[in-house]
């Protein structure tokens, strides 16, 4: 009566979804039904095995039996499954059907055991519930660890971090309490400023001013008796050096050309920046794969033959290098020296940015602990102010310095690459204008008929503000980049 029961259910289902389907489905729900509906009610199991069989025959009929109990089984599985289905189809099963929940649940467990990583190749029968325990919490342990393990890295990072700003904070706040150094050293923002606080093998800044004002007054003594002894044995009436001293070449007092030569320099300079920039390419010669030694394109070549000559040429118009000691001992004497003394020894204009970098102590500046730290962490010495002109300067000469010196490279090319640097800073007119505004140097290496004692560079200085506003992204190392290579290499 169950197995009628059920199967008469089973068609109503059946007929039900036939009923509700679409032409397009009706014919191949219908013969599902018919399949089904011949198929018959599964067979009662038997309650005996015949009268005093053979042990073979008993061994057959066993085989037999539970081949019908497996279809038996399988067939009760379906009708339940479909009764299920139709019961809450119907909204008499609150329930999701069974089959439904755990096929749901199968996924689940499948995305699961792919996720933990497990192997459960072995049949899931064959273990216990503890190992099937185990193996799950050894899977989670596999992810869980490393994670809290990475989160502990994460923390002591952090904190050893918190450490080093909280040092560079110090250090900032120790030297910018500092006033300005008593020796002469840089004062902008992050250099480095000695302590003068009295240590074991230094003199006591008072005593050293003492002993600095005693010897200035002991050489005002010895120059001033000089001075009567030239005035009276020879007659110079005054005491300083007269300007014919350094004599005037009437060949290069012309600084016109320079201007000229200069100007045509940055105006090819600027119009291949332009062609680059609407060409979309950053002005950069590293995207250009099949030009030789790397970098040598159009425009550096532009930059390091045609205006860095051009800007070293004019600066170069009347520098010289002069004697330190000249205005104190032979002032005295200057009326004999012009008949004995040959012209001044010319100087390169990159020795001018040297002599910069050396009086403002820029390797002070540059190796201060402060500011060594902060390139270390990648954090601004001085919070989120941009670097002035004249930091950056000490530290793109320093930087050029660095590069260049260990293998010896000329001063052009060392000027060469600062040119460079500056283009890419946009920061080329502001450097110079810190070389030009430097009056001791000035003075102490230019001649009165230069341009740069003259015009103070300024004509100069707005050409070059043509190429302020343009991006550049040129090599600085062209000069060494080789001979780095080289050392790499071996």
Not at 430 to 456: D, E, F, R
């Given at each position: 009566l169950l197995a009628l029961a059920s199967h008469f259910a089973q068609v109503q289902f059946r007929l039900r979804q036939v009923a509700r389907a679409g032409p397009a489905e009706q014919q191949r729900l219908l013969r599902e039904l018919e399949d089904f509906a011949f198929r018959g009610c599964p067979a009662p199991l038997p309650h005996g095995l015949g009268a005093a069989p053979g042990e073979r025959e008993k061994q057959e009929q066993i085989e037999v039996q539970k081949e019908k109990q497996k279809e038996l089984i399988l067939q009760l599985k379906t009708q339940l499954d479909d009764l299920e289905t139709f019961a809450y189809q119907e909204?008499?099963?609150?329930?999701?059907?069974?089959?439904?929940?755990?096929?749901?649940?199968?996924?689940?467990?499948?995305?699961?055991?792919?996720?933990?990583?497990?192997?459960?190749?072995?049949?899931?029968?064959?273990?216990?519930?503890?190992?099937?325990?185990?193996?799950?919490?050894?899977?989670?342990?596999?992810?869980?660890?490393?994670?809290?393990?990475?989160?502990?890295?994460?923390?002591?990072?952090?904190?050893?971090?918190?450490?080093?700003?909280?040092?560079?904070?110090?250090?900032?706040?120790?030297?910018?309490?500092?006033?300005?150094?008593?020796?002469?050293?840089?004062?902008?923002?992050?250099?480095?400023?000695?302590?003068?606080?009295?240590?074991?093998?230094?003199?006591?800044?008072?005593?050293?001013?003492?002993?600095?004002?005693?010897?200035?007054?002991l050489m005002r003594r010895v120059l001033a008796v000089l001075q009567i002894f030239a005035v009276s044995q020879f007659g110079c009436a005054t005491g300083q050096i007269p300007r014919t001293?350094?004599?005037?070449?009437?060949?290069?007092?012309?600084?016109?050309?320079?201007?000229?030569?200069?100007?045509?320099?940055?105006?090819?300079?600027?119009?291949?920046?332009?062609?680059?920039?609407?060409?979309?390419?950053?002005?950069?010669?590293?995207?250009?794969?099949?030009?030789?030694?790397?970098?040598?394109?159009?425009?550096?070549?532009?930059v390091r033959r045609e205006l860095t000559v051009a800007l070293r040429d004019l600066m170069a118009h009347g520098l010289y290098a002069s004697s330190p000691g000249m205005s104190l001992?032979?002032?005295?004497?200057?009326?004999?020296?012009?008949?004995?003394?040959?012209?001044?020894?010319?100087?390169?204009?990159?020795?001018?940015?040297?002599?910069?970098?050396?009086?403002?102590n820029g390797q002070a500046f540059v190796e201060s602990p402060a500011r060594k730290l902060s390139q270390s962490f990648a954090l601004p010495v001085t919070g989120a102010v941009v670097a002035t002109p004249k930091q950056s300067l000490l530290t793109a000469i320093h930087t050029v310095l660095t590069e260049h010196s260990p293998f010896k490279r000329s001063a052009d090319s060392e000027l060469k690459a600062l040119?460079?640097?500056?283009?890419?800073?946009?920061?080329?007119?502001?450097?110079?204008?810190?070389?030009?505004?430097?009056?001791?140097?000035?003075?102490?290496?230019?001649?009165?008929?230069?341009?740069?004692?003259?015009?103070?560079?300024?004509?100069a200085l707005t050409l070059l503000s043509r190429l302020s506003n343009l991006k550049f992204n040129l090599p600085v190392d062209l000069a060494v980049r080789q001979l780095k290579n080289i050392k790499d290499a071996f």
């Open positions: 909204g008499s099963y609150d329930s999701l059907p069974q089959s439904v929940v755990m096929e749901r649940q199968r996924m689940i467990i499948n995305e699961l055991i792919k996720k933990l990583d497990m192997d459960l190749s072995e049949d899931i029968a064959t273990l216990s519930p503890e190992e099937l325990r185990q193996r799950v919490d050894a899977a989670i342990a596999q992810i869980v660890n490393p994670a809290r393990v990475k989160e502990q890295l994460v923390e002591q990072l952090k904190t050893q971090i918190r450490d080093l700003e909280m040092f560079i904070n110090f250090i900032q706040d120790e030297v910018g309490s500092s006033g300005k150094a008593e020796d002469g050293h840089c004062d902008c923002g992050g250099s480095y400023k000695p302590s003068t606080r009295p240590s074991g093998n230094r003199v006591n800044p008072e005593d050293a001013r003492r002993m600095q004002e005693t010897g200035l007054q001293l350094w004599q005037k070449d009437q060949d290069n007092q012309d600084f016109s050309p320079l201007i000229k030569n200069l100007e045509l320099s940055v105006e090819r300079v600027r119009q291949l920046a332009l062609k680059h920039q609407q060409a979309e390419h950053v002005i950069c010669s590293s995207e250009l794969q099949d030009v030789p030694l790397g970098g040598r394109d159009e425009l550096t070549l532009a001992v032979l002032a005295p004497i200057a009326c004999l020296i012009p008949a004995f003394t040959p012209s001044p020894r010319t100087m390169h204009p990159w020795e001018l940015f040297v002599k910069y970098y050396n009086a403002k040119v460079c640097m500056a283009l890419n800073e946009q920061r080329l007119v502001s450097w110079l204008n810190l070389i030009c505004k430097s009056g001791a140097l000035v003075q102490s290496h230019y001649q009165p008929w230069s341009y740069m004692a003259n015009t103070g560079f300024e004509s």
